[in-house]
T-cell receptor, first 114, second 106 residues
Framework: EAQVTQNPRYLITVTGKKLTVTCSQN?????MSWYRQDPGLGLRQIYY???????DKGDVPEGYKVSRKEKRNFPLILESPSPNQTSLYFC?????????????FGPGTRLTVL | KNEVEQSPQNLTAQEGEFITINCSYS?????LHWLQQHPGGGIVSLFM???GKKKHGRLIATINIQEKHSSLHITASHPRDSAVYIC????????FGTGTSLTVIP
C-alpha cells in the first residue's frame, strides 16, 4: 500500500530533550516536506527536500533540522525543543514535475513540549 | 503576511445545499491544491489544478489564474462532507490558507 508513515504519532517531552520524528514514504517520491499545524495559523511549511541531499527552509524553520540521506526517509529533528514547538506535525511527499505535485500526507504527530 | 486567504472561515449548511468555498492568493504559483482534513486529523488531497476546472463526484474545483482565485463547490452536500477544507498554493514551497470548517447538518 502506498503510504507516508510517521513515528511516533504522539509524544510528550520536556524542554531541551532532543527528539526525532521519523517520516518514510514507499512511493519513490522526490519531494518530501514537513509542516506544523496550529490553531488559527493553519499549516506552515518547516523544511522541504526536492531530492536526496537537497533540503531548503520553508516558512518556519527555526528550531528544527532535517536530513535527506535516502530518498524514502526525511526525519525531523528538534535539538532542544521548547514549549512553542508544541504542535501537530505532518510529513508529506510527492512526485515533483512541472505539472504534477499532488501531496500525500502522513497521519500526523502530536507533540507536546512541557 | 497571508499569501493565501480563504473564506468563509466557518460554514454550516443543511444537507442537500450547494456549498462554495473561496480561495484567493497573492503569489505566483505552479499549482493550487484543495485538501480535506477530517476531525481525526488526517489530510487528503482532493484536487490539484493549474487551470480551468476539475470534477470528482459531487466536488468541483475551479481556478482563475488571472484573478488569482479558486473556488471549491460541493453539490448536494451530505453530513459526511463535514471537515476542514484547506486551499494551498505551490511554487517550490507550499503556502496554505487557514482552512474552512464545514458542518453539514442532516
Amino acid at each position: 500500500e502506498a503510504q507516508v508513515t510517521q513515528n511516533p504519532r504522539y509524544l510528550i517531552t520536556v524542554t531541551g530533550k532532543k527528539l526525532t520524528v521519523t517520516c518514510s514514504q514507499n512511493m519513490n517520491h522526490e519531494y518530501m516536506s514537513w509542516y506544523r499545524q496550529d490553531p488559527g495559523l493553519g499549516l506552515r511549511q518547516i523544511y522541504y527536500s526536492m531530492n536526496v541531499e537537497v533540503t531548503d527552509k520553508g516558512d518556519v524553520p527555526e528550531g528544527y533540522k532535517v536530513s535527506r540521506k535516502e530518498k524514502r526517509n526525511f526525519p525531523l529533528i528538534l535539538e532542544s525543543p521548547s514549549p512553542n514547538q508544541t504542535s501537530l506535525y505532518f510529513c508529506a511527499s510527492s512526485l515533483w514535475t512541472s505539472s504534477y505535485n499532488e501531496q500525500f500526507f502522513g497521519p500526523g504527530t502530536r507533540l507536546t513540549v512541557l | 503576511k497571508n499569501e493565501v486567504e480563504q473564506s468563509p472561515q466557518n460554514l454550516t449548511a443543511q444537507e442537500g445545499e450547494f456549498i462554495t468555498i473561496n480561495c484567493s492568493y497573492s503569489v505566483g504559483i505552479s499549482a493550487l491544491h484543495w485538501l480535506q482534513q477530517h476531525p481525526g486529523g488526517g489530510i487528503v488531497s482532493l484536487f490539484m489544478l493549474s487551470s480551468g476546472k476539475k470534477k470528482h463526484g459531487r466536488l468541483i474545483a475551479t481556478i482563475n489564474i488571472q484573478e488569482k482565485h479558486s473556488s471549491l463547490h460541493i453539490t448536494a452536500s451530505h453530513p459526511r462532507d463535514s471537515a476542514v477544507y484547506i486551499c494551498a498554493v505551490t511554487g517550490n514551497q507550499f503556502y496554505f490558507g487557514t482552512g474552512t470548517s464545514l458542518t453539514v447538518i442532516p
